[in-house]
T-cell receptor, first 114, second 116 residues
Framework: DTAVSQTPKYLVTQMGNDKSIKCEQN?????MYWYKQDSKKFLKIMFS???????INETVPNRFSPKSPDKAHLNLHINSLELGDSAVYFC?????????????FGPGTRLTVL | AQKITQTQPGMFVQEKEAVTLDCTYD???????LFWYKQPSSGEMIFLIY??????QNATEGRYSLNFQKARKSANLVISASQLGDSAMYFC?????????????FGKGTKLSVIP
């Protein structure tokens, strides 16, 4: 019974390609997030979606586009991949009505751009 | 703007001893939450403990407790009776409702190594 799942777990691709990472949660949460963890292990928020609506869009290149078809899914599409996009991307979810005191992470997707 | 500071890049502790991982925070929001996550070498983010800014008592979860000192803006994690499996990166994080959602702001992490 995976709470937050991501696919793929590993993604290796060439510079300039377009790729997507999928995320699904079965916790009934209404808010989903994408975080990026760089090579120094620093985690930073990228996007936040509540009920399919974008709330937060931190300073992220517009090559990154989140898409939320429904409350349980938040996918991340990346165009024209660059070497600096290599990182681990984590999806997470929480329920805003609970005050955000539960925030669960997916297993992460390790993206390597060659 | 919110900020989380973890001043200990690395820590060592003897097995079965207790260890305290430091975390200080800065925010202007009156309502916020403080989290600790564990990230083992396998890479997943494991939720450990949560403390709300209005909670009167320090949070505890098994061997984990959060030493919350609001006036000092600190939220230290205490791990009692350390085990070899506790060796991992530990992240302190903060959330607030100010931005309309509860995205987390993370510290840079502390790498804990448990020595047998």
């Amino acid at each position: 019974d995976t709470a937050v799942s991501q696919t793929p777990k590993y993604l290796v691709t060439q510079m300039g390609n377009d790729k997507s990472i999928k995320c699904e949660q079965n916790l009934g949460h209404d808010t989903m997030y994408w975080y990026k963890q760089d090579s120094k292990k620093f985690l930073k928020i990228m996007f936040s979606y509540n009920n399919k609506e974008l709330i937060i869009n931190e300073t992220v290149p517009n090559r990154f586009s989140p898409k939320s078809p429904d409350k349980a899914h938040l996918n991340l599409h990346i165009n024209s991949l660059e070497l600096g996009d290599s990182a681990v991307y984590f999806c997470a979810s929480s329920n805003r009505d609970l005050g955000g005191n539960e925030q669960f992470f997916g297993p992460g997707t390790r993206l390597t751009v060659l | 703007a919110q900020k989380i500071t973890q001043t200990q890049p690395g820590m060592f502790v003897q097995e079965k001893e207790a260890v305290t991982l430091d975390c200080t925070y800065d925010t202007s929001d009156p309502s916020y939450g403080l989290f600790w996550y564990k990230q083992p070498s396998s890479g997943e983010m494991i939720f450990l403990i949560y403390q709300g800014s209005y909670d009167q008592q320090n949070a505890t979860e098994g061997r984990y407790s959060l030493n919350f000192q609001k006036a000092r803006k600190s939220a230290n994690l205490v791990i009692s009776a350390s085990q070899l499996g506790d060796s991992a990166m530990y992240f302190c994080a903060m959330s607030s409702s100010g931005a309309g959602s509860y995205q987390l702001t993370f510290g840079k992490g502390t790498k804990l190594s448990v020595i047998p």
